[in-house]
């Protein structure tokens, strides 16, 4: 890591409390945890766009199936 540029940043103690709580193993280090955290978000924020396009391209077939003239009959009998 001595050939990679760093910085120091400040957290409150509860947040490094945080952080402890949620790293995989005892010695990963913050810059690891920060990193899978990072990544988590990523994936999550992917997979949300992910379902929103399958909503989105699942409206038309949805408005096809429940907005024809068989239905309304059935519902006016």
């Known amino acids: 890591m001595s ?3 760093l910085t120091t940043i400040q957290l409150t103690k509860s ?3 945080e952080l402890k ?3 995989k193993y ?3 280090t913050y810059n690891e945890t920060i990193l899978n955290l990072i990544k988590t978000a990523k994936e999550s924020k992917n997979r949300k766009q992910y379902d929103e396009f399958l909503h989105t391209i699942q409206q038309a ?3 096809e199936l429940w907005d024809n003239d068989e239905d309304e009959a059935w519902e006016h009998a």
Do not use: L
Request: hydrophobic content about 25%.
């Open 3 to 5: 050939d990679k540029k």
């Open 15 to 17: 947040a490094v409390q």
């Open 21 to 23: 709580n949620i790293r």
């Open 26 to 28: 005892p010695r990963e």
């Open 61 to 63: 077939k949805m408005k």
